[in-house]
């Protein structure tokens, strides 16, 4: 027991789960002023929506800090991962063709001039990727120890048609679920790179933006709600999307790809590839009709061509997900706290 | 007696024979034709079943219920109040991670880390020893864990480890606590899942004297989805037959004798003492102790260990650990259970590691009603 009963931080409020939620509710929300918005804060979804004056169209704003260690990993870098964060924030909400995005720099005294070079380099690059210029930016530097190496914050802004956005509560009964790729592969890759696993085979970050997937997909049908699958991963983002709808879901676990090797590292880690991070995935609600020929869409894109539909919105276990394992059925339920390695 | 090792043509991960297996487990109940309850001793069983959802396959009237299959579960308090001691007292203190937030009496290691105490994890006892070798403190490995964990720990005790080195054991013995369970006045338990992992060391021969002695069948099992239905089934028709019979339905890694020198070494290393299992009770010959002739690598008699286990018991009222592990109740009967009972902080021990029940529903969801 600590000294004194304070309640503190811990990083399992950072860890993007149940417990994140209620800090963020507790302490921000409750003190802000939503304004008139189609998606206010208080929503806790990927981004919000403001509508425009004279019918312009509604503005679609996030903004996200990006911590990583290590910060150059296999498949990225931080700087790759906070400009496709915040473009994906922006697609999550239907806004795929971002207008523009902030750089907001806190550096470590005594980090290499090179190391940021290296992350500027990379966050020019993905932007161009992405199509989303960076248009403002800020640097501060901090004491040596008080921060670690580099923290970057990217804040995204975008338009759609006025009441065109995708909340991720949009879910209902006979959506079906579709997940773009692979799952699980930065979270399980980066656990087993700063646990000094060396895994043979090819783990890596899936980190891209996905703004252009995302825009084929809707182009295809009626995509009702998207999230991407980042802290958490794909069982705090489905389970977010039904409480939110107040729906079911009902998911089969064979269905879900899950490449060989995430899977057999994430047996030997004893971490499931379900609650780890992806950064270049998207699960979303499609419409039952529409279901076949979004997903074709998905598969024809580059980024696309694992994309499976994996389940579907049921009218029962209103806001609970649950998982066919192939033998019998349970809950998939929100990781709690870290992911660690398995140890003993 | 019979020993029946069984069919071992398994596919792991085959939902088509796992629903044969179902529906044999199904023809099965119906034979018995009353309520059956199964226990395992082993947290992995448990994930196991919770991972796969095997619970929601059981024909009605089938409980598997968990037993105290978890070594960091069963760790008793002064056990840890004790590695909090050596800790404080400026001893380097290595054990396994699952080990840092189990609650003592007043702290966890991992409080006690927070205050300045040297903790490190481990993933081995030779790592343990290799720290002892760099280091010129004393370093003292917080022994946790069943068979499996002990035979290294003896192993790194015969290799002439460096002098700083000592071994504080918390070393289980799995049988003594089947025996202890299956005497619980409420524990109504109709055959048991042995522990595969445990097995692989000890052999399933150690079981025969139990199966005779307490009337109870028993079948070591094995980790994926397959072997525990084919281990549940192995038991359905003992049952059915009215026969304690002993099986192993592990032969990949399980043989009547175990891992002979392991297991010698375990017992030139270690000798069996009563012990007090954290929520179940005082188990006769189920603590693993140093031999006489180890006791020079003894913690405790090296630094003559008097913790004070005193103080306000920090299992609430309301932990009913103990009846989990009892096979009594199930995590989700537990009022604290994923409110103020969390793996970020664990009232009770159940909750703290990976093989811990309560952690593993609320990873797993529970038992549906699905």
């Known amino acids: ?344 | 007696m019979a020993v029946d090792t069984g069919d071992q043509d398994l596919q792991f991960r085959d939902p088509e024979k796992a629903e044969q297996l179902t529906d044999k487990l199904e023809s099965l109940m119906d034979d018995i034709g009353e309520p059956v309850t199964i226990m395992h001793v082993c947290g992995s069983h448990e994930q196991a079943i919770a991972k796969y959802g095997l619970r929601s396959l059981l024909p009605d009237g089938l409980t598997i219920r968990m037993g105290p299959g978890c070594p960091v579960c069963v760790t008793d308090m002064p056990e840890v109040d004790e590695a909090v001691t050596l800790a404080e007292d400026g001893k380097i203190v290595a054990t396994y991670g699952d080990m840092l937030r189990v609650p003592g009496t007043e702290q966890s290691l991992d409080d006690a880390k927070a205050d300045g105490a040297d903790v490190r994890v481990v993933y081995s006892a030779s790592e343990a020893a290799e720290i002892a070798e760099e280091e010129d403190r004393e370093v003292v490995f917080f022994a946790t864990g069943f068979e499996t964990t002990a035979a290294p720990t003896a192993a790194v005790l015969v290799d002439d480890p460096p002098e700083n080195f000592s071994v504080l054991s918390a070393h289980k013995y799995v049988p003594p606590a089947m025996e202890i369970v299956a005497e619980l006045p409420d524990t109504d338990v109709d055959g048991f899942l042995a522990a595969g992992h445990a097995a692989t060391i000890t052999g399933y021969g150690l079981f025969e004297e139990f199966v005779e002695e307490y009337e109870t069948p028993a079948v070591v099992g094995g980790f994926e989805p397959i072997d525990i239905l084919f281990g549940l089934a192995r038991l359905l028709e003992f049952i059915r037959d009215d026969e304690p019979g002993l099986a192993n339905a592990y032969q990949r890694c399980v043989t009547e004798e175990g891992n002979v020198p392991a297991k010698e070494l375990m017992w030139d290393v270690f000798e069996t003492t009563t012990g007090e299992w954290r929520g179940i009770a005082e188990v006769p010959d189920a603590d693993l102790i140093l031999s006489e002739e180890y006791s020079e690598y003894d913690a405790r008699e090296r630094f003559e260990i008097e913790p004070d286990v005193g103080g306000a018991d920090p299992l609430t009222e309301d932990c009913i650990c103990g009846d989990i592990m009892a096979g009594t109740a199930d995590p989700d009967e537990c009022p604290l259970f994923g409110e103020e009972c969390t793996p970020q902080n664990p009232v009770g021990a159940c909750m703290v590691s990976s093989e811990g029940p309560c952690k593993i529903w609320l990873e797993y969801g529970g038992q549906p009603d699905i």
């Open chain 1, 1 to 344: 027991m600590s000294d004194t009963d304070e309640e503190v931080i811990t990083e399992a409020h950072g860890a993007g789960g149940g417990q994140m939620r209620e800090l963020i509710e507790e302490l921000a929300v409750s003190r802000f002023e939503d304004g008139a918005a189609d998606v206010p804060l208080a929503a806790l979804d990927d981004g919000s929506v403001q509508r425009l004056a004279n019918g312009g169209g509604s503005l679609v704003v996030t903004t996200d800090s990006h911590v990583v260690k290590p910060q150059f990993f296999r498949g990225g870098d931080i700087g790759r991962l906070a400009v496709s964060g915040t473009v994906n924030d922006l697609a999550m909400m239907g806004a795929t063709e971002p207008i523009a995005l902030t750089c907001s720099l806190i550096v470590e005294a005594g980090t290499p001039v090179e190391t940021v070079e290296r992350v500027m380099e990379s966050m020019g690059e993905t932007s161009e990727e992405a199509g989303a210029p960076i248009t403002t930016g800020d640097t501060k530097v901090m004491g040596s120890g008080d921060i670690d190496t580099i923290a970057i914050n990217t804040t995204g802004v975008g338009v759609v048609p006025q009441g065109s956005h995708v909340p991720d509560a949009g879910l209902s009964t006979g959506d079906k679920l579709i997940v773009t790729g692979t799952i699980g592969d930065h979270g399980i890759s980066l656990l087993s790179e700063r646990e000094g696993f060396d895994f043979e085979g090819d783990l890596e970050s899936d980190v891209a933006p996905v703004n252009d997937l995302v825009a084929t997909a809707m182009d295809a049908g009626e995509v009702t709600a998207m999230k991407d699958p980042t802290r958490g991963g794909l069982a705090t983002s489905l389970n977010e999307m039904a409480s939110k709808a107040e729906v079911g879901i009902e998911i089969d676990e064979t269905a879900i790809p899950i490449s060989g090797a995430v899977a057999s590292a994430g047996e030997v880690l004893g971490i499931e590839p379900l609650n780890v991070a992806n950064e270049g995935k998207v699960v979303m609600g499609v419409e039952s009709d529409d279901a076949d020929a979004v997903l074709a869409a998905i598969q024809a894109h580059p980024q696309g061509e694992d994309a499976a539909i994996v389940g579907e919105v049921v009218a029962d276990h209103a806001g609970r997900v649950i998982l066919d394992t192939g033998f019998g059925n349970r809950y998939l339920s929100e990781p709690e706290g870290e992911q660690l390695p398995r140890i003993c």
